[in-house]
């Protein structure tokens, strides 16, 4: 088992940054890579990004790349989420999620075991 924290979340102003962490706790962290999706109101949940489980290969939505950086700190068991110039459109709630297995990046939520709880993120106008 795997549990999943996100933290970080909040009201920013457009052209504003936050970061998200997710801290994992019950299995040793690098044994799974890491993933973030997101869900706005009244539409499905969707992928933003991903990294490898020791952090060599990301992945990125096009929506977000060059704006979002994904990263992961093994020896804190926690995976980042840095958003910068943010838009009314990134507005959701941010969900990780744990991958096992030696797999590569997955962008389907299926492909995904574990997930946090979630956290708002409110970009306005």
């Known amino acids: 088992q795997v549990q999943l924290v996100e933290s970080g979340g909040g009201l920013v102003q457009a052209g504003g940054s936050l970061r998200l962490s997710c801290a994992a706790s019950?299995?040793?962290?690098?044994?799974?890579?890491m993933g973030w999706f997101r869900q706005a109101p009244g539409k499905e949940r969707e992928f933003v990004a991903a990294?490898?489980?020791?952090?060599?290969?990301?992945d990125y939505a096009d929506s977000v790349k060059g704006r979002f950086t994904i990263s992961r700190d093994n020896a804190k068991n926690t995976v980042y989420l840095q958003m910068n110039s943010l838009k009314p459109e990134d507005t959701a709630v941010y969900y990780c999620?744990?991958?096992?297995?030696?797999?590569?990046?997955?962008?389907?939520?299926?492909?995904?075991?574990?997930w946090g709880q979630g956290a708002q993120v409110t970009v306005s106008s």
């Open positions: 999620a744990a991958r096992l297995g030696l797999g590569g990046l997955a962008r389907m939520e299926r492909e995904y075991d574990y």
């Open positions: 019950g299995r040793t962290f690098s044994s799974y890579s």
């Open positions: 990294i490898s489980r020791f952090g060599g290969t990301t």
